[in-house]
Each structure stands twice: as C-alpha cells, then as structure tokens.
C-alpha cells in the first residue's frame, strides 16, 4: 500500500478478508472469540500467538483503529482506550511507579495535572512541573528516579510550542523517554516521533474522532526508546513477565518496537480496564479518514479568525502561533509547517475595573450565535470556553501569569463552518458586548 498520509488514514490496518468482504471495518460487536483448539488458547494466553481473545484486551475494529493511528504517528504499534486521560494514564503508570519520578510541563491539560499533582502524589509518584520553554528547569528537576518527561506538543488554551528536540535531547541525556501529548496538533500538523519523543499519547475524543461525537485515547510506541539499555531501570519490560508463561518483553517484543505496548496493553488496559468500546473504535475510524481534510480546513479558519482578532478594537492579545507577532512564531515554523491547530486563546482588552471585565466577558460569551458555549475542543463546530470560569477557576492569580491567562482570557476551538460565519458570529458579539456601544 502507499504511505501517504491520506491512504494510510483511509485504509490502513484494514483489508477485507472475511466471507462477508466489507469493504469498510465491521463493528465487531463481541465480548469474546472462540478459540481453534484448546491448543490455540493456551498459545494465545502465553502470548506465543497473536489472536483476539477477550474484549477488554482488544477488538478486532479497535485493532484496525490501533493500527490506523500508529501508521499515521510513524509509530510502530499502539493501544487505544476509553479516553485521552486513560491513555495518559496508563502511558505513565507503566513507566513510573511508587518511589518513582516526572517531570512534566506546567501548561498541560487541566485532567492530567490533577491526574499527576493529585492522584499519582497519592500512589506515590512524585512529579515536578516546569515551564516547558525552560531548557535548564527541565534538566534541574531530573532526578535519579525519573522515569519520564511528559509535555504536550501544542497547549490549550495559549497555543504554546514545544521544543520537542530540546527536551528529547534533555531526556535521552537522562536516559529517560519523552512522552508528548499530540492531541491538540494531531499528527497531520506535528509527528512528534520524528523529532525525538518516544511516545505520543492522544485524547481520540478531540480531532482523530472530530465529530464531538465518542470518547477515546490512544498511545503509540513509536519504538524509538533503548528500554535495554539500561535493563535495571526498566524490570518491567527487562524481567521475566511472571502473568504470561516468563516471557521478557524486551526479548520478544523490543525488536519490533512494540515492547511498550506490549506492557500496556497486557498489564494496564488488562488488569484496569479502561477499555475502547467497538462501537466508538468505529466512530474513530471514521473520523481519522478525513483527517487531512478537516484539519486544514481547521488550520485556515482559525488562523483567518486570529488575523481578524488581531485587528480588532476590543482585543489586547491573539495567543496564536500562525501570527508573526507569537513569541512560538518561529517554534511554529519549524514544529508546525502545515499551520498551527484551531485551538487558541484571545483577551478582551481588560478595563481596570473586575467586575466590568466580568460582564464584559458575559456578554460576549453569552451573544455568541453559531459558536457554541461547551467544554471541548476539536469539535466539527466551532466552540468558544472561558477558562477563567471554567477550566482554570480553581487558579490564583499567581498561576494565571504563569499559565499566560488572564480573567478575559477567551479560548476558541474553530469548527468546521464557513469562515466567514465564524468572525461575522464573534463580530456581532463583540460589539454588543462593547461598554462604548
Ligand atoms: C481532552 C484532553 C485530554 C483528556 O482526554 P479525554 O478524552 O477527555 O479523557 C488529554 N489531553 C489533552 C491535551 C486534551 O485536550
């Protein structure tokens, strides 16, 4: 088959071979398989065979989506489950355990620095933040028993860039993977594995699916990581696997660069269970087969939007990487030569008086017509938060200058309507939410 982008996201991981010969993957709507011989399920079992055994380990239409998706990463194998915060999850659970260490990017999705500052603090795993545009923070907060540096490649809701090759040099010097969260560029804007991440982890929920419609995540092993290298640090993969017959998974998987799913899939997604539904690996599947379409009709609305932002009266600041006055201009035009995601932030020019700016922003927010009020991004409509009241209300004021926010801080996710629908609708909320009007 050709490997161009838009053939392997419309027909990769799937060729009809059944009796039936769907030319479209199935919904293999079953919780279990029945097994050629007794045989067979033992070699199965012990991992000596590749076949589909039990639902919650695997699906025959979340495989083709699997396969899809790491064919589209350059990656060489990947597991899908329930939701991006599974996949983060599971990703890290199976690099760091208690006694262990991360060290992540401060700018990251709200659900996974709860996930990290919250629940894996009380599991025992230790985890640092930094600013990710920090070269020397990322290397001071490394310790002995680091196991992994975790970023996202584009952040929400400030579109901040991440240096990907930098802190892949920092964390190979350390002799640990980097892990980045993908979600936001997708790999038609960004392939993070061709610039040094080991791993890439994807809310599915957000652009893959794109249609606001399923939840899923997925992480993909792009097979790059030495975990023999250094075999005392990483027993998990380097020891023999007690649950499956002794196999070392380095021994058996590390050739093809599979070993890391290899973990996840049969220890994590089977002993927690965050497991991918048929139907929604369907709805996925779909979605990613107009990926390349979407996204560039993404990419051009928004920055359209953000052109016409940045003219704009009312508005102080475009936090949007395509626009030559972004500080990640030039992160952009290495990382991102395709355009830079629809997800971005603007400020409403603040007045000095709060509680002005507070009715201000509810004006807007609440006059907006075709963008649509909802806590999500990626969607094929086009969204609009206030993270301020949303996402980011659990802040202090100290925290919001980290984070590059402000209290009129609006995020939008561009859709897929007319563009020139899109900036007619924040016009006419823009003015009726002007206090001069
Ligand atoms: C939404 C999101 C997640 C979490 O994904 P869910 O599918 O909502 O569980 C993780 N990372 C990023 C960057 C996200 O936008």
Same mark, same amino acid.
């Given at each position: 088959? =050709?490997?161009?982008?838009? =053939? ?7 060729t ?5 010969? $769907?030319?479209a ?7 279990a398989?029945?097994?050629? =011989? ?5 070699d ?6 590749v076949?589909n055994?039990? =639902?919650? $380990? ?17 990656g060489? $194998? ?33 659900g996974?620095?709860?996930?990290l ?33 975790? &970023? ?21 010097? *350390?002799?640990?993977p ?6 936001? &560029?997708?790999p038609f ?6 610039h040094?991440?080991d791993? #890439?982890?994807h809310s599915?929920t957000?652009y ?36 499956v017959g ?16 290899? %973990? ?7 002993? %927690?269970g ?7 690996s ?8 107009t990926? /390349? ?8 609305s &928004?920055?359209? @939007? &953000?052109?016409?932002?940045?003219e704009?009266?009312? #508005?102080?600041? @475009? ?10 201009? /030039? ?33 807007? @927010? ?6 649509k ?6 969607? *094929?409509?086009?969204?609009? *938060? ?24 609006i ?13 007619a609708?924040? *016009?006419? $909320? ?8």
């Amino acid at each position: 088959m =050709s490997d161009g982008f838009a =053939s392997i996201q419309v027909q990769a991981g799937y060729t009809p071979g059944t009796p039936q010969n $769907a030319v479209a993957p199935p919904i293999y709507q079953t919780t279990a398989y029945e097994f050629a =011989s007794l045989q067979d399920a033992a070699d199965i079992f012990a991992l000596r065979k590749v076949g589909n055994l039990y =639902s919650r $380990a695997g699906n025959p239409t979340q495989l083709v989506f699997e396969e899809r998706v790491a064919a589209l990463e350059g990656g060489r $194998a990947a597991v899908a489950v329930a939701s991006g915060q599974a996949a983060v999850a599971i990703t890290l659970l199976a690099l760091a355990k208690s006694g262990e260490h991360i060290v992540a990017a401060r700018q990251l999705y709200g659900g996974t620095v709860d996930l990290l500052q919250d629940t894996f603090a009380d599991w025992g795993i230790e985890v640092d933040f930094v600013d990710q545009d920090d070269l020397d923070a990322w290397r001071a907060a490394i310790r002995p028993t680091t196991r992994a540096l975790f &970023a996202e490649s584009v952040t929400n809701p400030t579109a901040q860039v991440l240096d990907v090759r930098a802190v892949a040099d920092i964390a190979h010097a *350390a002799g640990v993977p980097l892990v980045v969260d993908n979600t936001v &560029a997708t790999p038609f804007l960004q392939r993070p594995g061709e610039h040094g991440a080991d791993l #890439v982890v994807h809310s599915a929920t957000k652009y893959l699916g794109g249609h606001g419609t399923s939840m899923g995540g997925v992480v993909v092993d792009i097979g790059s990581f030495d975990f023999g290298a250094e075999p005392t640090r990483w027993p998990q993969l380097t020891q023999p696997y007690a649950r499956v017959g002794d196999v070392v998974l380095w021994e058996r998987f590390g050739p093809s660069g599979q070993a890391f799913a290899a %973990l996840v899939k049969t220890k994590y997604v089977h002993d %927690l269970g965050p497991s991918l539904s048929p139907f929604n690996s369907f709805q996925l599947l779909q979605g990613l087969e107009t990926l /390349d379409l979407r996204i560039a009709r993404h990419t051009a609305s &928004a920055l359209a @939007v &953000a052109q016409f932002l940045a003219e704009h009266a009312s #508005v102080s600041a @475009v936090h949007h990487p395509g626009l030559g006055s972004s500080p990640w201009a /030039d992160a952009a035009a290495r990382y991102l030569p395709r355009g830079a995601p629809a997800v971005f932030a603007f400020d409403l020019e603040p007045s000095g008086d709060t509680d002005a700016d507070r009715s201000r922003v509810h004006r807007f @927010v609440d006059g907006l017509r075709l963008v649509k009020l909802v806590a999500n991004i990626g969607d *094929a409509r086009s969204l609009v *938060a206030h993270p301020a009241s949303m996402t980011h209300s659990h802040l202090t004021d100290e925290q919001f200058a980290e984070v590059g926010i402000s209290k009129t801080t609006i995020r939008l996710s561009i859709g897929l309507e007319d563009p020139a629908d899109i900036i007619a609708d924040i *016009a006419q $909320a823009l003015a009726a939410s002007d206090p001069h009007a």
